[in-house]
């Protein structure tokens, strides 16, 4: 009688484990602490599910602008971002960005946009944007953002259960007009 209630106490106990480890993984990002005290402006931002459910209850559901957040927020896992600015062209080390697009091959992700731009001469004006999407049951459970210019780059990573108007939402809410993803326009 023990060791039955033993092993249905086990398998309770590891049924969270197995729901958390459905779906893409958040990227293994490097730190860049290099590119940190290099850059003229960085952003380093990790979140894991509790700080981010911690806020959706701090948010009140009678506006609906913050309603819509805390739906938002209730379905993340994991939210990542790195953005750093530089004085000269490519101060970011490109082995770098190639490992991190390289877990983007796991099963799971999918590219959706990939655009590349050259310069007229080698190195000049030269940008790279990637966006990969992570599909599970027809929905999106992750979003991958890389976008390297030769003075910025910015990485973005969100896992978890995606509505992407509700992502479009969050981006008029946290990033000012006319800087980085906030030039992306809602319908894209």
Known sequence: MNARLFAVAAACLTLPLL?????????????????????TESVDITLGWMPLHLMGWFLDDGDPDT?????????????????????????????????????????GWSPLVQVRKRGASEGQDKENVDI???????????????ACEPRELTIVNIVGSLDLEQIAGLRKSFVPPGKGLGQVPPQA
């Open 19 to 39: 729901a958390t480890a459905q779906g893409p993984q958040p990227l293994h990002l490097p730190s860049f602490p290099d590119l940190k005290e290099h850059a």
């Open 132 to 146: 990969y999407v992570a599909l599970e049951d027809k929905k999106v459970r992750g979003l991958v953002i890389i």
């Open 67 to 107: 309603a819509q957040m805390k739906q938002t927020l209730k379905g993340l896992k994991s939210v990542q971002i790195r953005s750093y600015q530089f004085n000269s062209d490519y101060a970011y080390p490109q082995a770098d960005i190639d490992r991190v697009r390289a877990q983007l091959a796991a099963p």
